[in-house]
């Protein structure tokens, strides 16, 4: 069965199901569906409702990526607030979209709880020193631009002078490293980064760029 006649099968009409298809490989369909369900507590309804009623279709490439790791704690949250521990019918508008789920997660802005570094060691994250012109540019693009790429003779040395420390990959590694202790020590969601060794680039999603803004600007006040 072919994408088109799937997305058909769910309801979808054939109009959107060509156009959903030819952005979508059906293998990556296939895996995110698979993994919608399971976030539904394995419940196929829910699963099929979220995508023929939301906007998930319509997404692409990083667009995805940030719609699931949103799902993902959304479902965990809905199942940890749940006597059965399940998702119902009712929560699936939570998943309609990157809005609805960023609402749910957030809440209302008067009860967001602030992120609180006064115990955070600094010293330990060099990718946090405002004193370091070189770690300011690189917290810098993570946060505008979600992204680094580096030269493959580039160094990020402690001292500042380029020729020493970590070089291309191997600086993104100790980035991804330094970033997924920082999330934990803070108590925040695990942040999305990936690594890209061939082309030396490492990328961060939208909840990671916004936590990170939040994080410099409190580091750096204290400056």
């Known amino acids: 069965m072919t994408l088109v006649e799937l997305l058909k099968d769910f309801g979808i009409e054939e109009e959107r199901a060509e156009r959903v ?3 979508w490989p059906e293998k990556k ?3 995110t569906f ?6 539904a507590c394995g419940n196929f309804d829910i699963a099929s409702n979220i995508v023929v009623e939301g906007e998930l279709l319509d997404y692409h490439n990083s667009q995805i990526d940030d719609y699931m790791r949103l799902a993902r704690v959304a479902s965990k949250r809905i199942i940890e607030g749940q006597r059965d521990h399940q998702v119902h019918r009712v929560h699936a508008s939570i998943f309609y979209s990157l809005d609805s789920l ?15 570094v006064s115990g955070l060691n600094v010293r330990l994250y060099r990718i946090l020193h405002a004193d370091h ?13 979600r992204g680094i790429t580096f030269g493959d003779h580039e160094h990020w040395s402690k ?26 020590e803070l108590g925040l969601e695990e942040p999305g980064v990936k690594v890209n ?14 936590m990170l803004k939040e994080i410099r600007a409190k580091v750096y006040s204290d400056k």
């Not at 770690?135 to 946060?143: A, D, G, K, R």
């Not at 970590?166 to 920082?182: D, M, T």
């Open 133 to 145: 012109p070189q770690s300011v540019i690189y917290l810098n693009e993570l946060i505008e631009d």
């Open 159 to 184: 001292s500042g002078d380029g020729k020493n420390g970590p070089r291309g990959s191997n600086i993104a590694i100790k980035i991804q490293i330094q970033l997924k202790s920082i999330f934990n």
């Open 102 to 116: 960023k609402g749910y997660i957030d809440g209302p802005e008067s009860d967001r709880k602030e992120v609180d």
């Open 21 to 23: 298809s030819s952005n």
């Open 29 to 31: 369909f296939d895996d």
């Open 34 to 39: 698979i993994e919608l369900e399971s976030l």
């Open 197 to 210: 060794f061939g082309q030396r680039i490492i990328n961060v999603d939208e909840y990671t760029s916004g």
